[in-house]
């Protein structure tokens, strides 16, 4: 499963796998653009446009008809957050041409350059109608987020920690941006990204699709490379604590962590990644064995790290009245991490749990295509690298690199009457 490339124009490529296990192919169109305030609300409503209706295909029934034509191929628009990177992407799956009996990869493709590049125009500008329901449709998306408190409490944890910096951004952008926008000005904005955006395709099937992405996409004019660059957060002079009062009935406790500039390129990457599965990352972690499950201080407590950034988050349930113990004691597994407090049963579980992990994306065509995306944006290594580099880190290694993770902000969503 040798990874491809094919430039199709200068700032236009194509990244494919070939994958013989699956009877089903993987498309995808990603236009690179980078993460900004301005822009992010308009670049998430003008994907959802585009898939309501387009030229050819004027209506979501339309479109319906035409996948059903496919051998029911399924189209998708998709805004992925990678790092300081939005991908405004539509995700294709399809049954190989193989099986078909046919190029069904042409066909599928022509329908994708139809919707994304062939859009349904009145006036100067998108369809009106269009315009104004998906932006609505979009506005009570967010909303709907905002109300799942666990959610919302980890978005306003990165609004507050990176406040200063892209990463802050919602890739869906935000409803007074949205509210604000008008239809010349989203319009106006697609045919600046249809221009000038760098364009990546990714495939993964049994077929060979260059010939395909050629000749439907080649005659797009070229555009500049993707610049990729994604700056280590930039940690804050001191604690930011910051608390929040709602009518809700469980507290929600989300902790920033700088990991001191710890990247996908640093040395310490794959240590402080395994820090990571031991502190919370997963079922056999300190937070979930110790702070949940013996303590039962919090009803849920799990830990992620943002490698594209070198940051590093905790988000947890609590009761109010376990607010002070339940921080203390979530620090305090930090620091059991950092002491090299660590049985071998813990270090086992959690390199055989990102093996696994690794080794299961094998089974699924879009987990391979968002490994391709993160080796183009991020060099990260394949999941056979990734695995030989981890199983060579050792419990000292992981203790030593913990000590990068410093709290940055204190986020604290809590109830009327806490």
Known sequence: MELQTKTIQEGIRLYSRRAEKFKSSYFSINLLVPLAA???????????????????????????????????????????????????????????????????????????????????????????????????????????????????????????????????????????????????????????????????????????????????????????????????????????????????????????????????????????????????????SKLFMNVREKLSLCYYASSGYIASKGALVVSSGIDFANFEIAKAEILKQLEDVQQGVITEAEFLAARMGVRNALLSEGDSKAKMAEQMISARLFNEDSPEEFIRKLEAVTIEEVSAAAKHITPDTIYYLKGEDA
């Open 38 to 284: 301005g822009t992010a609300s308009k670049d998430a409503l003008l994907l959802q446009i585009l898939r309501r209706g387009c030229d050819r295909y004027k209506s979501l029934e339309a479109i319906s008809l035409q996948l059903e034509e496919l051998y029911g191929a399924y189209i998708e628009p998709t805004c992925r957050k990678k790092g300081e990177t939005i991908a405004l992407s539509f995700v294709c799956s399809f049954i190989d041409s193989r099986y078909a009996g046919e190029n069904l990869a042409r066909r599928v493709l022509e329908l994708l350059h139809a919707l994304v590049f062939e859009p349904l125009c009145e006036n100067g500008a998108f369809n009106t109608e269009y315009f104004e329901s998906e932006r609505r449709l979009l506005i009570e998306r967010i909303q709907a987020e905002r109300s799942d408190k666990r959610n919302y409490a980890k978005q306003r944890l990165l609004e507050i920690m990176f406040e200063k910096e892209a990463y802050s951004v919602s890739e869906i952008g935000d409803i007074d941006a949205l509210t604000a926008l008008t239809n010349a000005e989203v319009f106006a904005r697609y045919q600046e990204l249809i221009k000038a955006a760098p364009i990546d395709f990714y495939y993964v099937g049994d077929s060979d699709v260059a010939a395909d992405v050629e000749a439907v996409f080649g005659s797009l004019c070229g555009r500049g490379e993707h610049q990729g660059c994604c700056a280590p957060f930039a940690k804050g002079e001191s604690l930011k604590v910051v608390e929040e009062v709602q009518k809700i009935s469980q507290g929600k406790l989300s902790i920033g962590f700088s990991c001191n500039g710890v990247n996908f390129s640093h040395p310490d990457f794959y240590p402080l990644f395994l820090a990571n599965q031991i502190f919370g990352g997963s079922v056999a």
